[in-house]
Nanobody, 127 residues
Framework: VQLQASGGGLVQAGGSLRLSCAAS????????MGWFRQAPGKEREFVAA????????YYAPSVKGRFTISRDNAKNTVYLQMNSLKPEDTANYYC?????????????????????WGQGTQVTVSS
């Protein structure tokens, strides 16, 4: 599957952005999907994930209550709604697809669990 992330930009602290990740192929609904981010000089970190059905979601503690992940399997797209943005949210945001192996709840937060990655979209939050 090929992934194309979009929707990044420059926003003031307290503002909102919605990221989108469009997937190619007919098997999008068979993949669990995640969003990760990477700031300069830092490791890539988990942000949010959603199971293939959309029925379960997972969030990093730093974004819980501010970000919402969702997916539309009919449109082959996963979204990340980001509200109340903070300067520390500044990073390159990546979407990723994980095949539905057993125990996804045990590895949704790990980059090792994802086989396909988008190119990233830059989010910059000014103070």
């Amino acid at each position: 599957v090929q992934l194309q992330a979009s929707g990044g930009g420059l926003v003031q602290a307290g503002g909102s952005l919605r990221l989108s990740c469009a997937a190619s192929g007919r098997t999008f609904s068979s993949y669990n999907m995640g969003w990760f981010r990477q700031a300069p000089g830092k490791e890539r970190e988990f942000v949010a994930a959603v199971r293939r059905s959309g029925g379960s979601t997972y969030y990093a503690p730093s974004v819980k209550g501010r970000f919402t992940i969702s997916r539309d399997n009919a449109k082959n797209t996963v979204y990340l709604q980001m509200n109340s943005l903070k300067p520390e949210d500044t990073a390159n945001y990546y979407c990723a697809a994980a095949p539905n192996r057993i125990d996804y709840s045990g590895y949704y937060y790990s980059t090792d669990g994802y086989d396909f990655w988008g190119q990233g979209t830059q989010v910059t939050v000014s103070s």
